[in-house]
């Protein structure tokens, strides 16, 4: 079974958030979705101060055996993307909901933030998997 | 349709291997991580169960009169014992309908080993063309297992496991050649680059022969391990290097055609020497991704004069720490040349090399290239 963190929220397509108290937003994607993808090799990662819309594809994760679309879970602007991730893709396995973060949103409406799930939601959608 | 399993499925299952349908086999795609794996067979010795390949014997005393028609590579040149031969074997139009090993046992006796994937095609092929002969008879050996143990230690380790005779007989078995030591068949052949051995044996044996590799530190090597170790050996893959619609003169299987003597009127030369005389217009060649990302199957790769080709198969190199790929492109491109591939709606730099890209785990690229 893949570790659900309680305190983050989460989208149907795997990513992660953890919402700061400043507007400010963490990203990356879910253990359990790593741990479908296999060892990371590649991972694209959106530019800073570019305006993205909830939905959209921001960044590509690209493992041994796929490549695979990440998704903005909520509307805002890049304020940091995780640039170690260049040289070692490996920390999204190792520690996708610490080292392994992607990228920082400074986010548009707060209250987007509740229309993502919580860890329970989220690990009903795993269990269908 | 159900999944069906080897042998060794109990023993993935206890390895902790990730299982997912293979050409309707429950295979093990990894064990934890496909790049240790891969690392594994490059530096030490890992084992593969690959006994959903294909293992068909052929005998009586017309086997090599068939095969000699049925392949496109010449088994006539098979003299010793055990010898081994690689071939594709072709429609009427010359495309490739599988690529396989053949064995020459002995004049009564050849093994032919198949792909899983496309085994039923296989058989109906090979049945309609066999003849209705007292001479010939074709059986199919789905009760035996095969492992493939592969890497640098893979010979001294699986020797360790045997009676001191029969690791003799093996360390002395030239690559490419089989023998039987206790109704056990041993080839000296592979699908990573690397020496080592592939293992016929039934299925009970298999799991004590697995259980045994284990105990002496042999890794278990998942389906994703497998592709990346042969994409960089540079050996073409069923369905993706070459398929029906392709023939081995744009697949890079040039070579394995037996063209020599002229009156053997093997399937698909006609249309293989009518290929070669209107020339060719595309031929396989190795790409190297210089700039950053992951080349994968089906890509389009673009040259400055306009003209473009396309990957057949890419991925990341673990050995290489790069992006490589096998592409078919135009018969006038060159070693050296530059290029660019469609990567997602992206153009990302590329450069034509030779391959195989690495070969017992060593970079086969000159340093300029990289």
């Known amino acids: 079974m893949s570790n659900v963190p309680q305190e983050l929220k989460y989208t149907k397509s795997h990513e992660w958030v953890l919402a700061g108290d400043d507007g400010q937003v963490t990203i990356g994607i879910t253990d359990h979705a790593q741990e479908l993808l296999g060892d990371m090799v590649f991972i694209e990662l959106p530019e800073i101060d570019k305006q993205l819309a909830a939905g959209d594809e921001c960044s590509v994760v690209e493992s041994v055996k796929a490549a695979s679309d990440v998704y903005a879970p909520v509307a805002g602007t890049v304020i940091a993307v995780n640039e170690n991730l260049a040289d070692a893709p490996e920390l999204i396995n190792e520690d996708p909901y610490g080292e392994g973060w992607m990228f920082r949103l400074q986010i548009a409406d707060v209250n987007e933030l509740d229309g993502l799930m919580d860890a329970e939601a989220y690990e009903s959608i795993e269990a269908e998997e | 349709m159900t999944a069906k399993q080897t042998p060794l499925y109990q023993q993935h299952i206890d390895a902790g291997a990730k299982i997912v349908d293979f050409s309707g086999w429950q295979m093990p795609i990894h064990y934890g991580s496909q790049l240790e794996e891969h690392h594994a067979v490059r530096q030490s010795a890992g084992v593969f169960d690959v006994s959903h390949m294909n293992v068909v014997d052929l005998h009586g005393r017309g086997g090599k009169a068939f095969l000699r028609y049925l392949l496109a590579n010449d088994v006539d040149k098979l003299k010793t014992p055990g010898k081994a031969l690689y071939s594709c074997m072709l429609t009427d139009d010359g495309g490739i309908i599988d690529d396989l090993i053949v064995y020459y046992m002995n004049e009564d006796w050849y093994r032919i080993i198949l792909n ?238 030779k391959y195989p890209f690495v070969r017992n785990g060593k970079s086969m690229l000159n340093t300029e290239q990289t």
């Open chain 2, 116 to 353: 899983a994937g496309t085994h039923d095609k296989d058989m109906k092929w090979i049945n309609s063309q066999l003849p209705d002969s007292p001479d010939i008879s074709l059986s199919e050996r789905p009760e035996l297992a095969m492992l493939a143990i592969q890497g640098p230690q893979a010979i001294e380790k699986f020797s360790s496991l045997l009676t001191s005779e029969a690791a003799n007989k093996v360390a002395e078995l030239p690559v490419f050649q089989a023998c039987e030591i206790d109704g056990i068949f041993i080839g000296r052949t592979g699908y990573t680059g690397e020496d080592g051995v592939e293992v016929i044996l039934p299925g009970d044996d298999a799991v004590d022969l697995w259980q045994q590799l284990m105990a002496v530190d042999v890794k278990p090597i998942g389906l994703g391990a497998r592709d990346t170790l042969r994409l960089e050996a540079g050996m073409a893959l069923y369905g993706l290097d070459m398929d029906e619609t392709t023939s081995p003169l744009v697949s890079g299987l040039g070579w394995t055609l037996a063209w020599q003597p002229e009156e053997r009127g093997f399937i698909g030369r006609k249309a293989l020497q009518t290929a070669k005389q209107n020339g060719l217009e595309q031929r396989m060649v190795g790409l190297l991704l210089t700039d950053r990302g992951i080349l994968r199957s089906h890509q389009q790769v673009k040259f400055a004069d306009g003209s473009s080709g396309e990957t057949t198969s890419g991925s990341y190199s673990p050995t290489l720490e790069k992006s490589i790929a096998l592409a078919r492109v135009p018969a006038v491109v060159k070693v050296g040349d530059s290029c660019e591939v469609d990567i997602r709606g992206r153009l990302i730099s590329a450069v034509v090399v």
